[in-house]
């Protein structure tokens, strides 16, 4: 991508959007609207051509990067062999919020093996009763940490005929797994 001294960019990685002031061969320096400057790889940044609100529909975003990560990332989906029934429906899914603080009122005694079986245990009877009630989708709110549960999460959804996926980044942030539940047709 070519830069130009006046360009309006943003960064990709960070909420920092601002001028091209220098251009050089492996960095571009930026100033933003309070006069700060700083440096980065022609590669971080991408040139604002539209709106803000244009810009987060990736329309008006000419990096090679970007496209990279979007496939990336949308290419890291679990997506079963089968054909599927869901209906495209307007209903918000059910939410589990499945915190400790959240299932219980103390972990008083508890050590972290019994508090992690209580949270796959709780997913478990809430995945069984939306696919006993035919609710197409339910979003398990586990929270960042180390990933101990969310890992354990994927291997209980592999048990079920379930596709999941990070849940909305905007309501949940990078803490939530959406889950759809394919429903078995009527005979």
Known sequence: M???????????????????????????????????????????????????????KFSDIDNEYLSEKIKETSSKKHVPNFKTNLKPDKLPPMEVDLHINQLIASTKGM???????????????????????????????????????????????????????DASFQKYGLGATEVKIYQNPKK
């Not at 251009?23 to 590669?43: C, L, M, Q, R, W």
């Not at 508090?115 to 009630?133: D, G, R, V």
């Open 2 to 56: 070519d830069f130009k001294v006046g360009d309006k960019i943003a960064v990709l990685d960070d909420v920092i959007r601002g001028k091209v002031t220098e251009v050089h061969p492996t960095k571009i320096v930026i100033e933003d609207k309070d006069g700060f400057s700083y440096e980065y790889a022609p590669k971080e940044l991408v040139i604002i051509k539209e709106s803000q609100k244009e810009l987060s």
């Open 111 to 165: 050590d972290n093996y019994d508090m992690l079986t209580l949270q796959l245990e709780t997913a478990k009877h809430k995945l069984e009763f939306a696919i006993k009630n035919k609710i197409p989708k339910i979003v398990f709110i586990h929270g960042m940490g180390a990933g101990v549960l969310k890992t354990e999460l994927e291997y209980l959804f592999k048990n079920y005929n379930v596709y999941w996926n």
